[in-house]
């Protein structure tokens, strides 16, 4: 896989995780449905795991290309920022747009 790909590949990652919590009632995804519904906390809590397993697919495909760096605090912070920005548009469905009842 070139190094554009996985970039590519990264970044339509992040933007289906970041979206998961917000769009599904299932826990985790596959996992049972929430009754009545998932509260905000869990889904947080899902989009942190989410932000996590993203990142691991990023560092296994940098390792794979040989180039892997280490990082500080402030790469975590910006990634942390961009990831919630990525699920801006499932948390508007979820709380702000879909009409409930």
């Known amino acids: 896989m070139s190094l554009t790909a ?3 590949l990264v970044i339509v990652a992040a ?3 970041a979206n998961l919590p917000f769009v599904n009632h299932r826990w985790l ?4 449905v929430a009754a009545p519904r998932k509260p905000l906390a869990g889904r947080l809590g899902e989009l942190v795991l989410f932000y996590f397993l ?3 697919l990023a560092l296994l495909l940098e390792r794979r290309a040989g180039q892997a760096a ?5 790469f975590y912070a910006i990634t942390g920022a ?3 920005t990525l699920a801006f548009p ?3 469905y979820r709380y702000l747009l879909r009409r409930h009842g």
């Not at 995804?29 to 049972?32: F, K």
């Not at 280490?70 to 402030?74: K, N, T, V």
């Open 82 to 84: 961009l990831f919630l």
């Open 90 to 92: 499932g948390f508007v």
């Open 54 to 56: 993203v990142g691991g």
């Open 6 to 8: 996985s970039v590519w």
């Open 29 to 32: 995804v596959v996992g049972p």
């Open 15 to 17: 933007l289906v995780a």
């Open 70 to 74: 280490s990082q500080g605090w402030e």
